[in-house]
């Protein structure tokens, strides 16, 4: 079973950055996309982005231009820096993995809460 470990969230201010950190462990498969996804209160999860291992990445419309997913394959790690952050992002921000080809296996991190507010 793969574990996920996320790290890196808090409060900040409007406009201002965080950098999320995933730690991916376990029985993980080389192809895999792993990414982040956000969860508000009263509303359904949502990706925020994600990254294959190949390196391609996908970002939510609301997000381009802000925020920046990066992935270290040795390491089986990813992160997701966001800048210009707005009171609209407070969530708690989760990590994923999955593999590419196989429709079980993936795994969900605890979820961390960002905050974004003056």
């Known amino acids: 079973q793969v574990q996920l470990v996320e790290s890196g969230g808090g409060l900040v201010q409007p406009g201002g950055s965080l950098r999320l950190s995933c730690a991916a462990s376990?029985?993980?498969?080389?192809?895999?996309?792993m990414g982040w996804y956000r969860q508000s209160l009263g509303k359904e999860r949502e990706l925020v982005a994600s990254?294959?291992?190949?390196?391609?990445?996908n970002y939510a419309d609301s997000v381009k231009g802000r925020f920046t997913i990066i992935k270290d394959n040795e390491k089986n790690m990813v992160s997701l820096q966001m800048d210009s952050l707005q009171p609209e992002d407070t969530a708690v921000y989760y990590c994923?993995?999955?593999?590419?080809?196989?429709?079980?296996?993936?795994?969900w991190g605890q979820g961390t809460q960002v905050t974004v507010s003056s």
């Open positions: 994923n993995y999955r593999p590419l080809i196989a429709r079980d296996g993936g795994a």
């Open positions: 990254i294959t291992s190949p390196g391609l990445a």
């Open positions: 376990g029985s993980i498969v080389s192809f895999n996309v």
